[in-house]
């Protein structure tokens, strides 16, 4: 996963960081697209912050897994070779990860005091 993982800007300038799953002809598809905001903050330098294009609490919970794939017309985006921070890349994958529901044992009852 982490090698399809691009960055393009679309047609309204958003920067795009998504995993590309295809990029044939007239589309391109992508899953879990996030935006690239960037700002200075107070001490001068930038802080950094991936926001979903469609959060996953929206998808219905079987198959949120799945996450969301759109397709961007081909013509109307840039494309990069850019290669991502590795920072950036773990923070867009801890974004999508889909927690594992934990399977939880009854714990035995201990008696602390003789009735």
């Known amino acids: 996963m982490q ?9 309204v ?3 795009v960081v998504g995993e590309v799953l295809e990029s044939k002809g007239a589309k391109t598809k992508v899953k879990n697209p ?3 905001l960037a ?3 107070s001490n001068g330098q930038l802080s950094v912050q991936l926001v979903p294009v469609f959060f996953k609490e929206f998808i219905q919970l079987e198959k949120r897994e799945e996450g969301s ?7 109307k985006i840039v494309t990069s070779e850019i290669a991502l921070e590795g920072r ?3 923070q867009y994958v801890n974004m999508f990860q889909v927690a ?3 399977e939880t044992k009854e ?6 005091f003789d009735e």
């Open 39 to 41: 700002q200075p903050n």
């Open 34 to 36: 996030a935006i690239l």
């Open 13 to 15: 300038g958003h920067t």
């Open 107 to 112: 714990a035995p009852i201990v008696k602390l």
């Open 69 to 75: 794939v759109f397709e961007y017309p081909s013509d």
């Open 3 to 11: 090698d399809n993982i691009k960055v393009f800007m679309d047609h």
């Open 100 to 102: 594992k529901k934990q």
């Open 88 to 90: 950036l890349v773990e």
